[in-house]
């Protein structure tokens, strides 16, 4: 997810495979959305996957990682 809009926003970046916890992760993100701008979904580019993620965390205020129970 390319950097964009609001610079000055907090941002939470919420990390977890998207087919992990579905119900709770879109449960997290609502909640988090009502408070700061949530970083989590990264659409095709030309940087991997892994680029775009560690770019995107370095740029977060607050990191929340989902595990299974």
Same mark, same amino acid.
Request: neutral net charge; charged residues 15%; aromatic residues 14%.
């Given at each position: 997810m390319a950097l964009s809009g609001d610079e000055s926003a907090f941002r @939470?970046? #919420?990390s977890s495979t998207v087919d992990d916890l579905s119900d709770e992760r879109? #449960?997290?993100a609502r909640i988090i959305g009502c408070h700061a701008r949530v970083v989590?979904?990264?659409a095709a580019g030309v940087h991997s $996957? @892994? @680029?775009n993620c560690l770019r995107d965390a370095r740029h977060c205020h607050l990191h929340v990682v989902? $595990? #299974?129970r």
């Open positions: @939470v970046y #919420l879109v #449960l997290a989590d979904s990264y $996957t @892994v @680029v989902r $595990t #299974l």
